[in-house]
């Protein structure tokens, strides 16, 4: 992607290169500046040039060095991921740059240029809990909390809308929830098995006796999993398409044994993926498979 240099007040944007590395070591090596980061504190140079190789290797990166108006030195950096979905955005800055505005500002400037230029609907920043100081940024920016990756890490985003104060998106709609309707012999059957068995919730239970349910598990209302069912005839198939996935935290294996111990039919047994996954799959009392799986840290 050819991206073009931005300048704000006190800042020059201009594109990161693997040159930058020189400039940029000191701070991705402190151990204080990359506490709330993925990776340790970098040992080498060549280490920050692997990390600038690997930020810029996706076609739709767009990350700047971000510099001081009077010198082209590199202090921190900023841009887009370049992942599919939702765009995500990351920014980082040298420790004694803190505290004086310099990430806000240079995030207005980013986000003006992804809204306006790169035609982006939103943009998402995860920030570790315990970071209250990027929390504080990204809310400066006008990111707002959206929930939580259950795995001490916020999910912040803002959409292309709140940012030009109330432009309705290109299709003028917004999906907020998916939730799937499982067909099920016995509707209060199945939501007592998920509640007794599995530790859902019910949420809501239609007809008496009932013919539609909902049940939910998670932590916080804005997040988790939510499933219906609808009670089918007794001579109609009930047809199993694919799985559904659970992201969990906290004891999988646990949870496993758990459910074992319960009678539960597994269906795949829990093993470490390839893909940085533990995972194991069960099937509930209509043969619907649930594929439970949490991130190997």
Partial sequence: MQITTLTTARLTLRPLSEADATDLFPCMSDAETMRHWHTPPHANLADTAAMIR????????????????????????????????????????QRDMWGQGYVPEAMQAVLS???????????????????????RVAEKAGFTRRGSLGSG?????????AWSHGKLPRNGQRCYALEPVLPVRSVAETSAFYRDVLGFAVEFLYGDPPTHAGVFLGEWTNQGARIQFSQVESDE?????????????????GLYARLQANGVQIVEEIASEPWGMRE???????????RFGQKIN
């Avoid at 240029?113 to 929390?135: K, M, P, Y």
């Avoid at 198939?237 to 294996?253: K, M, N, Q």
């Avoid at 194991?280 to 649930?290: R, S, W």
Wanted: with cysteine.
């Fill in 54 to 93: 690997e930020m810029t290797r996706l076609p739709e990166a767009c990350w700047w060095a971000l510099c001081p108006a009077d010198s082209g030195k590199a202090c921190g950096f900023i841009g887009y991921h370049g992942n599919q979905g939702i765009p995500g955005m990351g920014y980082l800055l």
């Fill in 113 to 135: 240029h992804g809204f306006t230029v790169l035609g982006l609907e939103r943009a998402e920043l995860w920030i570790r809990e315990a970071n209250r100081a990027s929390q």
């Fill in 153 to 161: 890490q916020l999910i912040y985003g803002l959409t292309a809308e």
């Fill in 237 to 253: 198939p009930i047809t199993h398409a694919g799985w559904l996935y659970l992201f969990v935290s906290g004891d999988i294996d």
């Fill in 280 to 290: 194991f799959t069960i099937a509930d009392c209509n043969g619907h498979q649930l």
